[in-house]
């Protein structure tokens, strides 16, 4: 049985549930949740969903195979209950895979340089060692149609920073061991017709880190 952690409106449970998967998913959010279940009743995947904290999971130990977390630990104040507490549902040998922003790429100061035409040719980064813990930021989809800006509301998140250093420590000292660290990095004929996502090719905007609960 897989796990989702912070699955938002369940994108990706679907997708790996599409491939196979027993899964079960869980959100904060009650927004999302609902998203997500009403996608399951008009087209079932066969994912279970909950709404829980990571922080203190309502599962017994061990109940699981595998756990994945995209791009939910980095919405967190710090990742060391959520760790501790996805280790502890793992059964012993099982993976657990999360992805992050960037730590070194995406930080709180950025700026681009660009060439004479203006294209983005180098990212200035900075304010690496920050705490931002009582930072709001304030973002829309840059790549969303006009129509669709127009209706919705910008996003509100707190920004918590972590530096590499510690999103790969952290996880060590849960109990986990580091099996793969990936930077993905779009191909030129996706990049082409998606410029929202072009400069993905310039710098990895991304980590992602694979880890497994060692067997005894
Ligand atoms: C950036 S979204 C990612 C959603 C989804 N995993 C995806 O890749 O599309 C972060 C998600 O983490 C959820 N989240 C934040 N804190 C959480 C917590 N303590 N427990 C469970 N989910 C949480 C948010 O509600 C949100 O859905």
């Not at 994108?11 to 899964?23: E, I, K, Q, T």
């Not at 008009?42 to 994945?68: E, I, K, N, Q, W």
């Not at 950025?110 to 035409?117: C, I, Q, S």
């Not at 996502?197 to 980590?207: C, K, M």
């Amino acid at each position: 049985m897989w796990l989702d952690i912070g699955c938002g409106e369940a994108h990706n449970p679907r997708l790996v549930a599409a491939r196979g998967a027993r899964l079960g998913a869980f959100d904060l959010a009650p927004a999302f949740l609902r998203q997500a279940v009403a996608s399951e009743r008009t087209h079932p995947a066969g994912v279970r969903y909950l709404r829980a904290s990571v922080v203190d999971l309502p599962f017994r130990s061990a109940a699981f195979d595998v756990a994945m977390a995209p791009m939910s630990l980095v919405d967190l104040p710090g990742p060391t209950r959520a760790l501790a507490e996805t280790f502890r549902v793992l059964r012993p040998g099982a993976f657990f895979q999360f992805s992050i922003t960037h730590p070194c790429v995406v930080t709180p100061h950025l700026r681009w340089g660009r060439d004479a035409v203006g294209w983005k040719l180098a990212r200035q980064v900075g304010r690496y060692f920050d705490r931002l813990s009582d930072e709001i930021e304030e973002w829309m989809f840059g790549a969303a149609p006009p129509e669709i800006r127009e209706r919705v509301w910008v996003f509100r998140v707190p920004r918590f920073d972590w530096t590499l250093a510690e999103w790969l420590n952290r996880p060590n000292e849960a109990g986990f061991r580091r099996e793969r660290a990936l930077e993905p990095c779009p191909s030129d004929e996706v990049a082409r017709p998606h410029p929202a996502i072009a400069d993905g090719r310039l710098l990895p905007n991304f980590l992602q880190l694979r880890w497994r609960k060692p067997s005894p």
